[in-house]
């Protein structure tokens, strides 16, 4: 593909997300939905270059970041307290789903062999979070829902990648069982301890570093550095990967300043948004290819009787799971036994948030494209059929999460925002102490003391209208925000034409104005 042709394909994709988020944020549809068939018309215009998304660019690009930054957030605290529901799902779900996917993937296909559907299977096996979560907490639905399906999706990532990669080394090289599971072990144990070593080396590296660009630039390099030399080692680069991230997820407070975590956070947002939308447009792009390499090998009544197949297979077994084998787990003794005797409630929702997402498209991709030198003719097939696991359970579940919830009656009203209200206030007061027992010993002057005071005090007032739960709406302070920002850079800019400032001092002005009107307090 020459200079031209790339430079094509990237505005082709950039304009892609461009107008999928246009048409999400307006028609209240996944997005990734909309990625997706924008990508597919996009294909088909004349100067788009034909473009087949290369197995190595996604492993070695794509997925690093993906999961690191899933583990990076990760929730250790509430992991822990809810280890026994979320090992049951991450792994018991996920080991059952291999299971019955690669049956009827090869009753389906028998021609594949077992390897091929085992590797399809791992691939359409893990859950993200994400879009459930994003219903969940607007919604009001109880944390704990949220925290299992968080956790699940971290630790399934881990499970359904080394048993894909697993299946992808019997598709090459067939072993016994016995070596199967020393390359299991081989692959665990080497992954999580060498995830560790780098996780603490770039830790202390880290801590002796005070530029934000460094801080910023080192986050970036760390996805890779975990998971490149594992694969390299033939360890799991998945679970270096996450073990690397949760090890500094739960130091990050100690590892970055306030600014390097403020630009941090924006960075990693962006990056993450662009990685997933520019996986879902190029699953577009590829799928005009899949659709022609499928056109002369099955016909359009198999192909849905397969989806179907696929998508049921996926969405009964995790419902299966959750209304019977998990109440199940209430014989086991432990605090974790309060979880399963919920109401089957809970359950219903846990198991209707199953969504698939880009973890389980970029697994799919990463199928090989031959197989003892041979090229894998069912490649185009399988791909196909990810692609509509993963479309089919955003749509289906994503769209319907929200009136199960409500059936289910777990909507909470705004107990989460009151929560968050509470929580504000204990940090503020701490905050304002903080500030008087400074003034008292004359560590700072009290101006200065005044003036961080009256800031705590503003936070302090609208952390108490959300505790209280006022009818005073939040969400209305957004516009107004909006209109003192916008008299502020207009007195700016007049400053500047009337040559009282220069273009320096009017843009670090102008920059510290958008952080107070962007800044998140609710």
């Known amino acids: 593909m020459g200079e031209e042709q790339v430079f094509t394909l990237v505005v082709a994709i950039a304009a892609v997300v461009i107008v999928s988020r246009v048409i999400a944020n307006r028609f209240d549809i996944p997005e990734p939905v909309i990625l997706v068939v924008l990508g597919v018309l996009a294909s088909l215009l004349p100067q788009v270059p034909d473009f087949e998304l290369s197995p190595a660019l996604v492993l070695f690009l794509f997925l690093p970041p993906l999961i690191y930054n899933a583990a990076f957030l990760s929730a250790p605290r509430e992991t822990r307290e809810n280890a026994v529901p979320i090992t049951a799902l991450a792994v018991g779900t996920t080991v059952v789903t291999i299971l019955g996917v690669a049956g009827v993937a090869h009753l389906l296909m028998p021609d594949i062999g077992w390897a091929a559907a085992f590797a399809f299977a791992a691939a359409i096996a893990p859950t993200d979070a994400v879009a459930a979560t994003s219903v969940l907490n607007r919604l009001g639905a109880p944390q704990r829902i949220s925290t299992i399906l968080e956790g699940e999706s971290l630790i399934n990532d881990g499970v359904a990648l080394t048993a894909f990669g697993l299946a992808v080394e019997a598709m090459a090289h067939p072993f016994t069982l016995g070596h199967g599971f020393a390359r299991l072990a081989e692959v665990v144990i080497g992954g999580i301890g060498y995830g560790l070593i780098v996780a603490v080396i770039i830790g202390r590296v880290r801590r002796n570093v005070r530029d934000a660009a460094i801080q910023i630039l080192i986050t970036l390099i760390t996805p890779f550095i975990a998971y490149i030399p ?132 970029a697994i799919a991709l990463t199928l090989p494209l031959q197989v003892h030198g041979k090229p894998f003719a069912e490649r185009p097939t399988l791909i196909f059929l990810a692609a509509v696991v993963v479309v089919a359970t955003l749509i289906g579940e994503g769209l319907t999460l929200a009136p199960v919830l409500r059936l289910t009656g777990l909507i909470r009203g705004d107990e989460y925002r009151r929560r968050e209200g509470r929580a504000r ?38 952390a108490r209208r959300m505790a209280d739960d006022s009818d005073g709406e939040i969400a209305d302070t957004v516009e107004f925000r909006a209109e003192v920002a916008q008299a502020q850079h207009a007195k700016l800019d007049q400053l500047y034409r009337d040559r009282k400032i220069n273009d320096e001092i009017r843009r670090a002005i102008a920059r510290s104005i958008d952080i107070q009107t962007g800044r998140r307090e609710h």
């Open 230 to 361: 594992a694969e390299e080692m033939h360890f799991s680069g998945v679970l270096a990967t996450v073990a690397t991230g949760v090890y500094l997820g739960t130091r990050a407070e100690g590892l970055l300043q306030p600014a390097s975590r403020m630009s941090g956070a924006m960075f990693w947002r962006t990056l993450i948004f662009l990685l997933e939308s520019a996986l879902f447009v190029l699953l577009g792009f590829e799928l005009r290819l899949v659709m022609v390499h499928l056109s002369g090998e099955h016909t359009v009544v198999w192909l849905v009787g397969a989806s179907a197949a696929a998508v049921a297979a996926v969405v009964g077994i995790r419902m299966a799971w959750e209304l019977l084998v998990s109440p199940l787990l209430a014989l086991m003794p432990g605090k974790h036994s309060a979880y399963v005797r919920n109401p089957w409630r809970q359950r219903v929702v846990i198991g209707w948030g199953g969504m698939r997402g880009a973890i389980s498209l």
């Open 425 to 462: 206030i204990r940090v503020v007061e701490a905050g304002m102490a903080r500030i008087d027992e400074m003034a008292e010993n004359e560590e700072v002057d009290e101006t200065t003391a005044n003036m961080y005071r009256q800031m705590l005090e503003l936070r302090m007032d609208r």
